[in-house]
């Protein structure tokens, strides 16, 4: 079931990957999936209610996601689809073929990015949590 799950996972981000404009936005998406998954474990590293073989179970699921991910993306770079892409967007652009404005991120504007990236993880990290029972685990437990 767990590995139907994460070849769901590389599946839909093999799809996204096809979907690329730019060799660099092919390379964009391996490493917001790569940031997201270190910052999962470093959340489930710093939580205090999770049991030692929790983190390792999780660790192991990461590092799972991590391999499958870099597979699929050597896999992709083989292809004729992958050498028919522009280094950058920037050359997309150049040729006319598209009407998107690349403009500078302002500081808001990446903090919501590094926002939006720490949610993905959490609830990464909340949905490979959840047991047979699919009831998802408390993060914390209410003292005092």
Partial sequence: MEQELLQQEIDTYRE???QCRSKEEVWQIKEDYEDALFLGISVVESNSVL???QKLEFTVIKDTKLSMMAEMIEE???TPEYEALPDQAEDIKESGNSSEEAAPMTAEEELKLKQIK????VSSYVGSRKGEDSQEPAPFEAKG
Avoid: P, Q
Avoid at 118 to 121: T, W
């Fill in 76 to 78: 992709f770079t083989r």
């Fill in 51 to 53: 049991s030692l073989e």
């Fill in 16 to 18: 996204k990957v096809k």
């Fill in 118 to 121: 720490r949610a993905k993880a």
